[in-house]
């Protein structure tokens, strides 16, 4: 069992919890993921590695309670723990890879949303540990949505803020913040976006647009996370790459986005059936003839 | 008595019951079943069947035993050379190795060497007979990557020696194919597998699940920390495509991803969270025993079911029996058949299959005759899912993160035929990261190698 150390709600969708596992965190690098199984009936869920303590022992996942699976793991307590964590999966972060000189050299931006603002911020703090100063621009639908505010601004250089609704700092998307940047006359040489698919894709159009190389970390469907089922396939450029294998770090230029859009959606009717039979129980046997 | 010719029937379920359930399809021998086939044994002196077993069990000194009724006996001769007896009577491909070879064979049929060996496994089982632990320990750790049959086999064979073994397990259950890739009704999880893996451990081996060398812990630090040696059984790898157009559809489904879900992740069970796609009419492309395995799953899972090989009916690697049960049970079988693309509608979801017809060519490499397409013979099936089942190829993560560790051209780890050993000292391989994929026996034989190869350089240090 791995154990749950600390549990909080980061917003009004967003938990976080610090689980034990240290072999996991004395191996883990930024950009890595985990697979997460709560129950012997459970699925296996792959999570962003968001943070992770070697000494302590733990890493931290961030997640969005949005299917039964990780409906699920808000049943457990600080103390109770999961049946396996299992990982570090995945190629750490191509920044890891750079140079002293050569990541001295590169002005960096990230641009995050959702889940994915958790694990921006290892990869961030990671470069201001070695005095580098990143830009980080976080988006979300609206105020109540954010976290991780004040941790990021402890470890970016500029920090920007947008809602959607403008409940909160800039209004607008993550890309008109981009677009703003870029008109103020700053120049970035790598952008990393993690985030809701949509929000990567659109990352990228705009990036390529300014010619700025961006890393994009996918999540696809995946069953075991080490390159045994082939689930997380997605094109990059003229290739099929495995997600869990080969990245989750890709060349977000190079992706093709409407077929992992498309991918994502394999299993959201089963999704939504399960999800139904735990919130309500089994009223929908049968089926309603409308699903 | 029977005609001494032929084999005594072995009980099944009924093809149409079976093919709506995930039940074992063979039922076994009873008691007066087993005695009478093992009566039909010549007891040959130069006993040609264990020659054709790659862990060369002593098959006729077994069979004796059972003969005289005396079943634990055949359980403990069966010990000394396989870990796995209640897996290999059900899986092991006999009429190619032992059975093929039998003395019988030669004028009627030969002896059901299999299930006999199922038979004592089974009864072991059911009696609580365990395989004899090691008296003494000699002090010496090793380290065994992977629980499938090299793994299992590996480290059974270690600890009898008196080796203090531990196996890293990827996935969170041990077993490796025998839990993820081969389905229930061939091979039961909790009757045979927990319990084969269970008699493993009561032989001293630790089994640590949710370790993956590789990412977890690297080969490296295992021989830092004080394991003398390595045996690598990692298994097979990452499944192959055919590169053809639509292949990244919603629909489109390896074997191993299809037959993952549905073994190891038991999603044809109700009160198990992960989904399976239940599709209407599936094709699965292949004709080895992981497709026959994946059919018969998408069957059992209420599709109407198409399998599509390039080759005609002869080349199926399958074995004959699982080709058998799969006809039986209404697989329809389209050979000599290639796909070109699979079809798709606006959503990408998959609606059908465009294949071309083969025939058969001048022999390839591997001695069977190419299959060549018929020029203008394309037609289209449909459907709404297609399961590739075409191999796979080696998994990088330990060869990539392993210092000095040699592969050959096709990625697969370079190991002697004759100890395991591999380019770095002290680090051993066998089974499909070594072959590539091939049987659940042949791994358990290189696994047998390996811990004789393990063993010989440990003592050689002294």
Known sequence: MFKILEKRQLSEVVWEMVVEAPLLARHAKPGQFLIVRKDETGERIPLTICDYDAERGTVTIVFQPVGVSTMKYLELEVGDGFADVVGPLGRPSDILDMSEEELKSKKFLFVCGGVGTAPVYPQVKWLHERGIDADVIIGCRTKDLLFYEDKMREVAGNLYITTDDGSYMHKGVVTSVIDELVAEGKKYDHCVSIGPMIMMKFCCLTTEKYGIPTVVSMNPIMVDGTGMCGACRLTVGDEVKFACVDGPEFDGHKINWAECLKRSQMYKSAEGEAKLKYQEGRTHEGGCGNC | ?462
């Open chain 2, 1 to 462: 008595m029977g005609d001494a010719m032929k084999k005594v029937p072995v009980r099944e379920q009924d093809p149409k019951v079976r093919a709506a359930n995930f039940d074992e399809v063979c039922l076994g021998y009873n008691e007066e079943e087993a005695v009478e086939e093992a009566s039909r044994c010549l007891n040959c002196k130069n006993a040609r069947c264990i020659q054709g077993c790659p862990v060369n069990i002593r098959i006729n000194d077994f069979i004796a035993k059972v003969k005289e009724r005396d079943y634990e006996a055949a359980y403990q001769i069966i010990s000394l050379d396989s870990a796995l007896p209640a897996v290999c009577g059900r899986v092991c491909p006999q009429e190619t190795q032992c059975e093929g070879k039998c003395i019988r064979g030669v004028k009627g049929e030969a002896i059901s060497i299999g299930k006999l060996e199922r038979f004592v496994a089974d009864w072991a089982r059911e009696n609580g007979i365990r395989p004899k632990a090691p008296e003494t320990k000699n002090g010496h750790k090793v380290a065994v990557v992977g629980s499938g049959p090299a793994g299992l086999t590996c480290a059974g064979d270690l600890a009898r020696m008196g080796y203090d073994v531990t196996i890293f397990e990827a996935l969170h259950k041990a077993g490796g194919v025998l839990s993820y890739g081969i389905p229930e009704f061939r091979l039961p999880k909790d009757e045979v597998v927990a319990k084969e893996v269970e008699n493993v451990k009561s032989m001293g081996v630790t089994i640590n699940t949710d370790v993956i060398i590789g990412r977890t812990e690297s080969v490296d630090e295992l021989l830092a920390e004080g394991y003398e040696a390595v045996f690598i059984g990692s298994g097979a790898g990452l499944p192959m495509f055919m590169g053809i157009p639509g292949e990244n559809a919603n629909g489109v489904f390896s074997a191993n991803e299809y037959l993952t879900r549905n073994n190891l992740m038991k999603a044809f069970r109700d009160d198990y969270d992960t989904p399976i796609y239940r599709a209407k009419k599936v094709v699965v492309v292949g004709g080895g025993n992981v497709a026959m395995d994946a059919a018969r799953t998408a069957l059992r899972l209420g599709a109407d079911v198409h399998l599509v090989y390039r080759r005609s009916e002869a080349e199926l690697p399958a074995r004959a029996e699982e080709v058998h049960h799969a006809k039986e049970e209404g697989i329809k079988f389209d050979l000599l058949t290639n796909p070109v693309e699979i079809l798709t509608d606006e959503n990408d979801m998959v609606t059908g299959i465009r294949c071309i017809r083969m025939e058969l060519g001048e022999p390839d490499a591997s001695g069977r005759r190419r299959p060549v397409p018929v020029e203008g013979s394309e037609f289209e099936m449909s459907c709404d899912a297609v399961i590739m089942s075409l191999g796979t190829s080696p998994n990088p993560l330990i060869s990539s993160t392993t210092v000095g560790l040699d592969v050959n051209r096709r990625k697969c780890i370079i190991a002697s035929e004759e100890d395991g050993a591999t380019s770095r000292e002290g680090v051993y391989a066998g089974g499909d990261a070594v072959t590539g994929a091939a049987t659940v026996i042949l791994a358990m034989g290189a696994g047998k190698v390996g811990a004789k190869g393990i063993d010989a350089f440990i003592r050689s240090k002294g």
